[in-house]
């Protein structure tokens, strides 16, 4: 019940705040830099700019495809659960390169702020948009999702969209609480995450966690709890974690066949061997024990 998370929550160090801005730093390092950003745009992204896990419509998809199809089903949730209007303002929380809202734009005519920690990636954002002809329609705020956001955006937007950027949240029912905040009344907040499995031990889990600067990872039941603490209304949670294992399988795959592509753009053979063994343990461990979960859910701030 609600008591014992709560109970899970205070042993493994959850809502802790004493390294907000320690965890903003590393993700701008883990992220940001010109070789980390070509060494993710390859593997995770298939060279676009969707640099997130990917759901198989066919099985003859790539990582490129899989990444864009879960940007078209977490936008096809968003207009589900409430009808998206033209010019609806949107925050898109952890925006990285803006692949989702590119996507977004181009479908829904949205007006989108990119929240971002990285700066490089921010400036990749606004050159593609321009390319695309929606520069109008994009602004790009630098900040660290760990130390709040900014207090004259109460009420303000429709939409929260968030695509596996929660994870690197140091205290993560105080950002839904963010996001309550600066969602306006019938607002809706679509994220996606991923995830230790319900009731896997974080210890399996522990090498992910100190490769993807991710304090502790959250748990579907976790974040259905949170939410609710957060006073947003859950709609829905849409389980995707039958696609982790291949693509973990695939990522590993991308990388052995760029790897002297990818050192030619300054990754270190040390850099690219240790994620081969990440990814090479990350297929053996969730075919093993379905350790990890990835999945999308809705929500409605009702107030």
């Known amino acids: 019940g609600a008591s014992e998370v709560v109970a899970d929550h205070r042993r493994r160090g959850f809502g802790t705040?004493?390294?907000?801005?320690?965890?903003?730093?590393?993700?701008?390092?883990?992220?940001?830099?010109?070789?980390?950003?070509?060494?993710?745009?390859?593997?995770?992204?298939?060279?676009?700019?969707?640099?997130?896990?990917?759901?198989?419509?066919?099985?003859?998809?790539?990582?490129?495809?899989a990444a864009a199809n879960t940007t078209e089903l977490m936008l096809d949730l968003m207009h589900w659960i409430k009808p998206v209007a033209p010019d609806a303002e949107v925050l898109d929380l952890g925006s990285g390169h803006g692949g989702a809202t590119h996507t977004m734009v181009q479908r829904f005519g949205t007006q989108n702020l990119c929240f971002n920690i990285g700066s490089e990636q921010n400036d990749m954002n606004l050159e593609t948009c321009a390319t695309l002809g929606i520069g109008n329609k994009v602004s790009c705020h630098r900040g660290d999702f760990n130390l709040g956001l900014p207090e004259e955006?109460?009420?303000r937007f429709d939409y929260v969209y968030s695509c596996e950027v929660f994870c690197h949240a140091a205290d993560k029912p105080a950002l839904l609480a963010e996001v309550r905040r600066v969602l306006k009344p019938g607002g809706v907040l679509v994220f996606s995450d991923i995830m230790g499995a319900d009731g896997v031990a974080e210890e399996i889990l522990r090498p992910f966690t100190d490769?993807?600067?991710?304090?502790?990872?959250?748990?579907?039941?976790e974040y259905r709890y949170q939410i609710k603490e957060a006073a947003l209304r859950e709609v829905c949670y849409v389980d995707m974690s039958q696609?982790?294992?291949?693509?973990?399988?695939?990522?590993?795959?991308?990388?052995?066949?760029?790897?002297?592509?990818?050192?030619?753009?300054?990754?270190?053979?040390?850099?690219?061997?240790?994620?081969?063994?990440?990814?090479?343990?990350?297929?053996?461990?969730?075919?093993?024990?379905?350790?990890f979960a990835w999945g999308v859910f809705g929500a409605v701030n009702d107030a």
């Open 211 to 221: 490769r993807n600067t991710t304090t502790v990872m959250g748990r579907p039941n």
């Open 17 to 65: 705040t004493s390294t907000d801005s320690d965890v903003g730093t590393m993700v701008v390092e883990q992220y940001d830099s010109e070789q980390t950003r070509k060494f993710y745009q390859t593997v995770m992204g298939g060279g676009g700019n969707d640099i997130h896990f990917g759901v198989f419509k066919s099985a003859d998809e790539g990582v490129r495809e």
């Open 243 to 291: 696609n982790l294992e291949e693509f973990f399988g695939l990522m590993l795959k991308q990388v052995e066949e760029n790897y002297d592509a990818l050192l030619n753009e300054g990754l270190t053979d040390d850099y690219l061997l240790n994620w081969i063994n990440s990814l090479s343990d990350r297929v053996k461990v969730q075919a093993e024990h379905g350790a």
């Open 153 to 155: 955006w109460s009420q």
